[in-house]
């Protein structure tokens, strides 16, 4: 069964420090992988996707993720943290074929604080 | 512009009353997916629906009912066989077939949903 991990529940990083926050996943074929970004009180905004090749994916607000097969994981990064990403991250992971599956599995998110 | 409109944002509710949360979507999405989150718990699937007057359980679809009459309307009906409906529900939708783009979600901005 799929399955996503993020093992960080918070971090806190200091502003213009880097972040990366972590994923694993566990699925049985080449799966597609999502960050997803929540503001407190707010719906989930797509920060990026990986679907095929190049397996460095740029997102929106500066973020990167990298999908690394060998140790089933797609972290997230970004060079230098603002205040403005404070917020709860996701990742998720569903399937890329079949039509009765097009649904995600997500992880239990990591709360981003960012401090001054 | 397109999106997701839900509705209402925060509702209270009686022990014992059925609710119904509202979901409208404008992006001419086929499927539709109801998610409920909890501290610490991420994103869990109640229902979706793929087609009109067609939908399919999720991982906790018990105390919960749906209905699909409308592309465009997935409402929520959680009932009084809910044991612990307090929470916040997220509505999403994506786009029609099989391929990369029917995994991408976009939510709504959700409804916060408590029980006295």
């Known amino acids: 069964a799929q399955s996503v991990t993020q093992p960080d529940i918070h971090i806190t990083v200091s502003e213009g420090a880097s972040l990366e926050l972590r994923c694993n996943y566990s699925y049985g074929a080449t799966p597609y992988l999502f960050w997803y970004v929540q503001s407190p009180g707010q719906g989930l905004q797509l920060l990026l996707k990986?679907?095929?090749?190049?397996?460095l994916v740029q997102g929106i607000k500066g973020f990167e993720a990298e999908f690394k097969r060998s140790q089933s994981s797609f972290n997230l990064r970004k060079p230098s943290v603002h205040w403005s990403d404070a917020a709860e991250y996701f990742c998720?992971?569903?399937?890329?074929?079949?039509?009765?599956?097009?649904?995600?599995?997500f992880g239990t998110g990591t709360l981003l604080a960012v401090q001054p | 512009d397109g999106g997701i409109t839900q509705s209402p944002k925060y509702l209270f509710r009686k022990e014992g009353q059925n609710v119904t949360l509202s979901c409208e979507q404008n992006l001419n999405h086929d499927a539709m997916y109801w998610y409920r989150q909890d501290p610490g718990q991420g994103l869990r699937l109640i229902y979706y629906s793929q087609i009109v007057n067609d939908f399919q359980k999720g991982d906790i679809a018990e105390g919960y009912s749906v209905s699909r009459e409308k592309k465009e309307s997935f409402p929520l009906t959680v009932t009084s066989a809910q044991k612990n409906p307090t929470a916040f529900y997220l509505c999403a939708s994506s786009a029609p077939g099989t391929g990369s783009g029917a995994n991408v979600l976009t939510f709504g901005a959700g409804s916060r949903l408590t029980v006295l």
């Open positions: 990986y679907f095929s090749g190049d397996t």
């Open positions: 998720a992971v569903g399937a890329g074929y079949g039509g009765a599956t097009n649904k995600l599995i």
